[in-house]
């Protein structure tokens, strides 16, 4: 019962098995290109799935998943769900109130009763960041975990399906100039997508936003930083719209959101300086005629429906292949004396 | 993105496709005679798996159903859950708070993005009317909508379960005497009673209640108005009792639940005008001592605990001819470059 | 609609059949040897099914299990729902405010009507003692019934769970002396052990606690009563600790946390006056600090996680023997045409 919550370190060796298989998926943070382009690969597959007549297929039948809920995100859940239930497992949804786990024990005391069960995967969403690193410290050797977003960390699913989308379009993210727009600052989305992007060989990372939601020294990650949106999305070939986070924001970041559209919501006529055949990207739920315009939302470069499609197949693929790295020849069970003698 | 809930029209244009086929389950109104026998008849089938000691069929395996639900109903949704695993489909239990929904945009974006996760039906319950019928005008043409109920427009599969229920007691429809008794003004399902009773042929069909309860032109749906219970009943083959929805009425409607139940309450003493072999329903929960007394509730003419057992046949059926109305081969998915290129 | 739920009476009779055989589990009183055996020797063979890489075996296909819960219990309820995930039993979640169902009558039409949905089995959990009893008096023949802890008065399941666990660790519950420590009175668990432990054969069972948490008259279930832990502990093969439940207690049992702690908080210290391979049972979730010390908790002696392991197979075991004393052949089902002709 050592440590609580903090700053997550060495993910990439968290994440990884010593013949370097991912265990876990915590963060894009730390995993190699070839890792990233396995995942895609492997969604690939399961895209099609979603097509057929008979989505389901056996691949995870007899394993237990469960979602482990520290804020509620009925969007998030449904989709982990609905991939879960495709590979044919079974799915629990546990909600904790994260007011009776405030202390570190009582979350240690919650997950060790959970991996009594004999579950084989935790997908974990919390309001702190690090939450999904500290579970995945402390779980028994036979258990995944899945980071479903933690604070303002990591959601590293939805940057992955956020690669695939784009992958679909243009063939490679290598050589893409990209643009990642709005609130920076309190988007656990956005640092996802930057580690995803380098790794996968974007030639540029733009971030565009007010000063007030620019994190200061975001520049060390390796991108430019823009104030003004025109000159931040000029010639892009993909442009990623951040949900703005009113529930995040702390008063006086904003003057409103009248005039956060006026400067920085997406619009036609802004977009007409993007490369003619950019694709506009947004992971909802949508603020119409605040980070985006209805036009441009559902208009013809839009891909934001396929976002959600593909979140389904990205999901699958994390989930088989996380759970893949566990064979049953070597899987090390919590053995049931090991705890009591 | 045009339009909001409002006035449903044409829902039997809705409803069926280019070769009569049932696609959406919205309202018994509009649906030919052939359609509702089609349904009664597939329920048959059903009414017997729930009594096997495996109650499941594999019909509708790997596909995917949401219920969708706006307004929590505990009673339909189990329902519709047991409906939809008995037939081994997939169900997530979705429930959207209103607030969050009031616009009709919001409303599609939520429906754009669970369409996007390639489900192949919504069951959806809305307290506004004609909820479902703009769902069902706005989804993919790979999706199934059943309406669960809908402000105080219908309640199909309510009805269809009234009917199933009848006919398994008479042997038809054809010929009967029948009343609806009670708070017709706030109740979803008296509309979708009368218009299945007039398609299946009814002799008769008659409404009963204080004039505070009856809507003004009721007539004109073709059934006869009574404010007297007794003469309301007299030699009726069949008395529907509807709820008396307390948390809908607004204030001076009535002078007191005593004296409703003094003067429409139904109790054994007046239930002898009925004919002798005459069958009570109510679709629950029962307000005993409001609407019936418990004598005729739990006594030898009511088939109320029948209702609930071939409701989920009734429900069943819904689904599976719906979805068997889209073949395989058939299927127009939702393409997922469509939108996009 | 005959009475309301009291105190429960006979359920030696209401749990078997004619022919002994178990047909609901309501309590650990009244069971005979055989019958508590039976369990335990089935829950082996389940205990095993937990660390296959496919954890479900097929012996409760088709079968409908709600779980009925009258107050909220996300630890038991996630149990109950793997148990039965793992039989590949279809499970339903309905959780009912008790407010609604103050009334005997109320609580009779919630049962009446998901019964009426052909289910096979209800978990019912309930504020009120004898709330099971009173429910499995009511339902259908062909439906059982399991206790998943009703008021004060039992909680047979985790009873039996421990039953599994001492038997795990000592060979047998015979000849063992064993203490029960800490808030008798307020304890659900504690009732069903006695009862459990007498049956099994245990030489000696004591209770340990405050005057204030020690129910009057106790001793005559044949328990020794302690005030003094470490009197109470001494020469002890098995101590089973109980939850504080500080949300049951009315102000004035009991100074401060701090000084239960001192009195009666279980420390590694005070646990060396037990036998030298004494172990600790405690059923979750734990008050560290309280009851129990960290130290012990986590300690060599703690089989405290095995508990939640051994859960699932006792509760598979539970479901898979009731259910299977209604083989298909003599299955009862309430006759559909019983209730109205």
Redesign the interface.
């Known amino acids: 019962?050592n440590g609580a919550p903090g700053k997550p370190t060495g993910s990439h060796n968290l994440q990884t098995d010593d013949q370097g298989r991912l265990r876990h998926f915590l963060s894009t943070e730390g995993l190699s290109r070839e890792t990233l382009l396995g995942i895609l690969d492997t969604a690939e597959g399961f895209?099609a799935v979603?097509?057929?007549?008979?989505?389901?297929v056996p691949l995870l039948?007899?394993?237990?998943i469960i979602n482990l809920f520290f804020e509620p995100s009925?969007?998030t859940r449904?989709?982990f769900?609905?991939a879960a239930?495709?590979l044919s497992a079974?799915v629990?949804n546990?909600?904790?109130a994260t007011s009776s786990t405030k202390k570190g024990?009582?979350l240690l005391?919650?997950l060790?009763?959970?991996?009594?069960?004999?579950c084989d995967m935790f997908v974990v969403r919390h309001a702190d960041s690090g939450a999904a690193h500290f579970i995945a410290s402390n779980v028994a050797p036979h258990i995944s975990v899945i980071n479903g977003g933690d604070g303002r960390h990591a959601h590293p699913t939805q940057a992955m399906l956020d690669m695939f989308t784009i992958r679909h379009?243009k063939g490679s993210i290598e050589g893409l100039c990209t643009a990642i727009v709005g609130d920076v600052e309190h988007s656990r989305v956005a640092r996802s997508q930057i580690h995803a992007l380098k790794a996968l060989g974007a030639s540029e990372i733009r971030v565009v936003g007010p000063r007030t939601l620019i994190p200061i020294g975001i520049e060390d990650l390796g991108v430019k930083v823009f104030h003004d949106l025109r000159e931040g999305i000029r010639d892009t070939d993909v442009i990623m719209m951040l949900r703005l986070q009113r529930e995040r924001m702390r008063g006086g970041l904003l003057p409103s959101m009248q005039e956060y559209f006026h400067f920085y919501g997406l619009t036609e006529k802004k977009l007409a300086v993007a490369q003619p055949d950019a694709?506009v990207l947004h992971p909802?739920?949508?603020n119409?005629g605040v980070e985006i315009d209805?036009e441009v939302a559902?208009g013809?470069?839009?891909?934001i429906?396929?976002q959600?499609?593909f979140?389904?197949a990205i999901r699958m693929a994390v989930m088989s292949i996380t759970l893949g790295s566990h064979p049953?020849a070597q899987?090390q069970?919590a053995d049931?004396?090991a705890?009591?003698?």
Chains 1, 2, 3 share one sequence.
């Open positions: 019962m895209a979603g097509e057929r007549a008979v989505k389901n039948r007899g394993k237990t009925t969007r449904t989709t769900e609905l239930k495709r079974d629990l546990v909600t904790v024990e009582s005391d919650t060790h009763t959970l991996e009594a069960m004999y379009h694709i909802g739920p949508l119409r209805s559902d013809s470069r839009s891909v429906l396929q959600v499609s979140g389904i049953k899987r069970h049931a004396d705890d009591a003698d």
